[in-house]
Nanobody, 118 residues
Framework: QVQLVESGGGLVQTGGSLRLSCTAS??????????WYWYRQAPGKERELVTT???????NYADFPKGRFTVSADNAKNTVYLQMNSLKPEDTAVYYC??????????WGQGTQVTVSS
């Protein structure tokens, strides 16, 4: 079993930045053995995919910028990050990290609230 714990959410003004963290523990050899996803769910809306980090990314820090959001990983810390810049009120949501093994087994974090004030 793998446990995912998220942190880093909070209240920020429009244009601000936040970095979310998702730390894995439990039966894990390397976080690069899993594919990673960040999702978000705003009130009254369906959960949507924000960005991904492919499996077997062996680099210690791997940035996959997608617009204002960048995902990276620190294999030594078993942690995946979501750096969010130039935040907008419409980015307000609960953000979830998701890790998927090559067997298809998936794990979810508990979610962290991000609120962007106008």
């Amino acid at each position: 079993q793998v446990q995912l714990v998220e942190s880093g959410g909070g209240l920020v003004q429009t244009g601000g930045s936040l970095r979310l963290s998702c730390t894995a523990s439990g039966s894990i050899f390397s976080i690069s053995d899993m594919a990673w996803y960040w999702y978000r769910q705003a009130p009254g809306k369906e959960r949507e995919l924000v960005t991904t980090l492919p499996r077997h990314n062996k680099r210690n820090y791997a940035d996959f910028p997608k617009g204002r959001f960048t995902v990276s990983a620190d294999n030594a810390k078993n942690t995946v990050y979501l750096q969010m810049n130039s935040l907008k009120p419409e980015d307000t949501a609960v953000y979830y990290c998701n890790a998927v093994e090559d067997t298809g087994v998936a794990y979810w974090g508990q979610g962290t609230q991000v609120t962007v004030s106008s």
